[in-house]
T-cell receptor, first 114, second 113 residues
């Protein structure tokens, strides 16, 4: 069965500082990997995805993530955080194929101090 | 429409009542998913539709939960005899596009008193 671990429940960073949110997954084959962001009272917005190919993927809002098969990781990074990035971030894994339910991590809440 | 819509946005009901939650997917998307987001359980899969069929219902927590999809479009999630533990945000996603991404609606916040 697939699973996702986000070890950090809550992270606080200063505006302008760099950010890395950790995600480890468990899946028997090459997975599809996703990062979603959820602002308070909002639905989930896709930040970026990895399906195949280049292991460093770029997303919206200046985010990027790197797929490391040897570490079963898909960490999210941003070089300089903005106050508007404060939200909850979810890593998710899906099986390869045309239709697949997503398994989510428990989320990391990001607080940005000014 | 341009995105996935869900109604109502908020629903407060009394324990034991039935509720219906609606999802309008992005036009042309054949796959539709329901998820539940609750404090104790995080984000969990409930059911998946391909067209009007539901090949995977494995996430439905009990037989009080059911869902249907008609015309390959709108889906309704029905919870019968609601319990307080059903309080959660119910999210719908439709799947499509070049990479078959899942696009989420804003959710329905259900509160069972």
């Amino acid at each position: 069965a697939q699973s996702v671990t986000q070890p950090d429940i809550h992270i606080t960073v200063s505006e302008g500082a760099s950010l890395e949110l950790r995600c480890n997954y468990s899946y028997g084959a090459t997975p599809y990997l996703f990062w979603y962001v959820q602002s308070p009272g909002q639905g989930l917005q896709l930040l970026l995805k990895y399906f195949s190919g280049d292991t460093l993927v770029q997303g919206i809002k200046g985010f990027e993530a790197e797929f490391k098969r040897s570490q079963s990781s898909f960490n999210l990074r941003k070089p300089s955080v903005h106050w508007s990035d404060a939200a909850e971030y979810f890593c998710a894994v899906g099986a390869t194929g045309t239709a697949s339910k997503l398994t989510f991590g428990t989320g990391t809440r990001l607080q940005v101090t000014l | 429409g341009a995105g996935v819509s869900q109604s109502p946005s908020n629903k407060v009901t009394e324990k034991g009542k039935d509720v219906e939650l609606r999802c309008d997917p992005i036009s042309g998307h054949t796959a539709l998913y329901w998820y539940r987001q609750s404090l104790g359980q995080g984000l969990e899969f409930l059911i998946y539709f391909q067209g009007n069929s539901a090949p995977d219902k494995s996430g439905l927590p009990s037989d009080r939960f059911s869902a249907e999809r008609t015309g390959g479009s709108v889906s309704t999630l029905t919870i019968q005899r609601t319990q307080q533990e059903d309080s959660a945000v119910y999210l719908c996603a439709s799947q499509g596009g070049y990479y078959n991404e899942q696009f989420f609606g804003p959710g329905t916040r259900l509160t069972v008193l």
